[in-house]
């Protein structure tokens, strides 16, 4: 029995695809991967820090995006979409579309069952290699816990640091921002274990 044959694609193909298409696709190596929806939990806390981000930047020089807005990581072809996109230089795009962000500074992901292992993993590996990224931020889905890392300007090392109580807080330094755990999570209950 054959195996089945994996198409590759040119990255201009990939965009040229994920322009015109209704939903949402990661583009590595020449092959194209569909994103899965978002939980009602996801959608919450994503609401809840584009809500606080957002307000906080205003008429700051740094600026927020959702979800919507793609990045590439031209040293290892990723392209794709990270839950909060913050960007503090002005952009530099991959083309003239004006849709593809290649120097982000902070970076989102709200992890969910099936996406945390890769946004532990995987991802942040592709994403370390972004240059201009300063910090990463993780928050859990499914219990109260963010876990964030600071790049060391010093050195490149990344230093992580974990918050899980309620009436905690986390800092951004990059933008400065105190986020309070209970603010990420507001309209949401969890059982931590």
Known sequence: MASPVTKYYAAKDYLELERISEEKHEFYRGEIYAMSGASYEHNVIEDNLRVTIGNFLKGKSCRSF??????????????????????????????????????????????????????????????????????????????????????NNKDGTWILSETKQLSDSFNIATIELTLRLEEVYAGLTFQNT
């Not at 996406?115 to 240059?131: L, S, V």
Request: net charge negative; aromatic share 14%.
């Open 66 to 151: 959702g979800s919507n807005l793609r990045i590439h990581i031209s040293s290892n072809t990723l392209y794709t979409y990270p839950d909060i996109v913050i960007l503090c230089e002005s952009p530099k795009f991959v083309d003239e579309q004006f849709d593809t962000v290649l120097n982000p500074t902070v970076l989102f992901e709200i992890l969910s069952p099936s996406t945390a292992n890769y946004d532990r993993g995987a991802k942040f590996d592709f994403y370390r290699e972004i240059e201009s990224l300063k910090e990463y931020v993780l928050v859990d889905s499914t219990i109260y816990h963010c876990v964030q890392y600071q790049k």
